[in-house]
């Protein structure tokens, strides 16, 4: 085993490893990184697969294209020729749900709700769910700086459903 020698070591080539590894490069040029990987793959949970025709996100995760600061980056990294697009007129996001797919409801931006009615009618909660749902309208926030998991807050803010779902 030869000796390695780094200033920091990553430990994840997930999204936030990535990210991580990313800006300490960039605020501090010459610092040596490491990123640490245990599978044979960067990404975490983001993939995209090709199966049947289809091209299927495996991760939770969705690129705003909106946002032209994650343009900009994927243009510095040497990554926006890789950029997969929606199809014009077909912009749903599908989810498996008891094996079917199911769109998500119309309004649905990172994570929240914007159009309360169409979540009403959709089939993808369970009415207990969607009334738990609807309790992050008047649950007060979390007070304190500590570090929350995206899964955490969820879970606190929507309920279980939302999470597994």
Known sequence: MTDRRCDVAVVGGGITGLTAAHA?????????????????????????????????????????????????????????????????????????????????????????????WALAASPLFSWRGKLRMALDLVLPRRSGEQDESLGAFVRRRFGREALER
């Open 24 to 116: 300490l490069l960039a605020r501090a040029p010459g610092t040596t990184v490491v990123l640490l990987e245990a599978t044979d793959r960067l990404g975490g949970t983001i993939a995209t697969e090709h199966t049947g025709g289809f091209v299927i996100e495996t991760g939770a995760d969705a690129f705003l294209t909106e946002k032209p600061w994650a343009l900009d980056l994927c243009d510095r990294l040497g990554m926006a020729e890789r950029l997969v697009g929606t199809r014009e007129g077909d912009r749903r996001t599908y989810v498996v749900h008891a094996g079917r797919l199911v769109p998500l409801p119309e309004g649905f931006m990172l994570l929240a709700p914007t159009n309360l």
